[in-house]
């Protein structure tokens, strides 16, 4: 995938998701630099300055790699409504409360991209 079509899929993704405002970057890298517990991307969002850098494991295909994209950033989305409701809470920091916060972010991002499947 070149960088246009990276380019292209988050301008989309984020108009979709209402996050024109936010300063966000896409790099493609090799799986490795991602870490060795398996993970195909990753975000570090910083919510208070609407700036965040998605990574994003290379060996995908296309289609993955959108939907890795979108992951992410339904992330972004709930950091937003997180930060907000944290408000110095330590729960919202936990394993639990990030498991599912995983959790609902992987069934948005299935529902979407078979809605975007079925429309195309």
């Not at 292209?8 to 790099?27: C, G, H, T």
């Not at 630099?33 to 990753?42: K, N, S, T, Y």
């Not at 290379?58 to 992410?72: K, R, Y």
Request: net charge negative; proline share 2%; with cysteine.
């Amino acid at each position: 995938m070149t960088k246009r079509q990276v380019h292209n899929i988050l301008q989309d993704w984020q108009q979709k998701l209402r996050l024109e405002n936010w300063e966000i970057s896409v790099e493609l890298l090799p799986a490795e630099e991602l870490g060795d517990d398996g993970r195909v991307a990753q975000v570090r969002s910083r919510p208070c300055y609407m700036r965040a850098d998605i990574e994003v494991a290379n060996e995908q295909d296309d289609v993955e790699i959108e939907a890795s994209i979108l992951h992410e950033l339904l992330h972004i989305v709930l950091s937003e409504m997180r930060e907000e409701l944290s408000e110095g809470k330590q729960f919202m920091r936990t394993e639990p409360w990030n498991l599912r916060e995983e959790q609902a972010v992987h069934r948005l991002e299935t529902c979407i991209m078979a809605t975007k499947e079925v429309n195309e």
